[in-house]
């Protein structure tokens, strides 16, 4: 099992940076990657970042140059930087693990970006 427990987020006008923070109970490198989804409302769930052991970096094309995954492998910690955002990035945000017994996700945190 994996706890994930996600703080940052809330409520910011366009253009505006938020950061997100997700400490994992287990260490980073007993997995495979970290990373953050979000859903907006009737929207599926999508990839937002990711994070390998390996350090590899993956960010969805809406969001690429703009926010920026990063870790603290001391504190088993992943870290979400938002910058120049946008109304269509308001979403709950979900920190995500995946390791060899399957993917475990965060409580979501609110993510609201007015225009």
């Known amino acids: 099992q994996v706890q994930l427990v996600e703080s940052g987020g809330g409520l910011v006008q366009a253009g505006g940076s938020l950061g997100l923070s997700c400490a994992a109970s287990?260490?980073?490198?007993?997995?495979?990657?970290m990373g953050w989804y979000r859903q907006a409302p009737g929207k599926q769930r999508e990839l937002v970042a990711r994070i390998t052991t390996g350090g590899r970096t993956n960010y969805a094309d809406s969001v690429k140059g703009r926010f920026t995954i990063s870790r603290d492998n001391a504190k088993n910690t992943v870290y979400l930087s938002m910058n120049s955002l946008k109304p269509e990035d308001t979403a709950v945000y979900y920190c995500?693990?995946?390791?060899?017994?399957?993917?475990?996700w965060g409580q979501g945190t609110q993510v609201t970006v007015s225009s």
């Open positions: 287990r260490s980073f490198f007993s997995g495979n990657a």
């Open positions: 995500w693990w995946t390791g060899y017994d399957g993917d475990y």
